[in-house]
């Protein structure tokens, strides 16, 4: 299975459908998460296989609105970055730790969704124990093993609530977000607002090559979507390209240069 077709399943799933809650003042919801998906369709948000992400990684680049991949993303994965994409797409400029905060929450939502023993007494109850612990030993030394085991038990916690149909506290929420502020992986991040999205439907961003030299990337482009009706039109001559151009921008010429397609002589007939 693709890439492509494994993160569209999991955003369409089941599980990722059931995603809703507020924090922060940010909403997350299972539509988000759909827009996301046509989104990746349409090709506004890009994916790309990276090969300097190791083996199941992945990242949501803001900058130029893509997916990282390698192979064989996880579903966990894939609702984390999905959330910072649809945060993105939300054009707010949020908090990059309230970014992360979501990111995990839903994360950990999807998990426990998917696996009932994560929500098991026992599960529950090692986590509320043993979380604390690392929050401070996150916040004393920094290094990375506490800093994770924070992250996740705080998340987990949070996430334990909202299926419990609990709010979580800020206190709780602010454990999370001293976890994330004390992860290596965030250093120097967590000062700015972050949010770049400006490409509007059916648009994208090119992304630099250097930016692709950079991680090793290869844009994988998704399967030629028509929306509904445009497929009867294929075929028919001069007519569906003389309409398309009535109609202003569309998928198709935002996606190619429109030279390539034959679009551009079509709109200059028809003005
Ligand atoms: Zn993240």
Redesign the pocket.
Known sequence: MSELTTILDTLRSRECQQIRFTLAGITITGGGYLRVARTLERGSIQLVRSLSLPAGKMAYNWRYNFIAVNRDPSENLII?ECT?ARNDMAGRAIQVVDD?VT?YVAQLIYMKLKDPRLRSFAAVGAIARNTPLAVSQCVATGARQPCEMATAGMASMIAEEILSGRVPTDAMVDQLRTAIRNHPDYSGLLQQRRFRWHVGVGRRRMIPQSELDAIRGTVIHPPPVAPAGRRAEAGQGILPHTAAALRGPTDASDHFPPTRFGLIPHAEAVG
């Open positions: 984390h910072h992360e990111a």
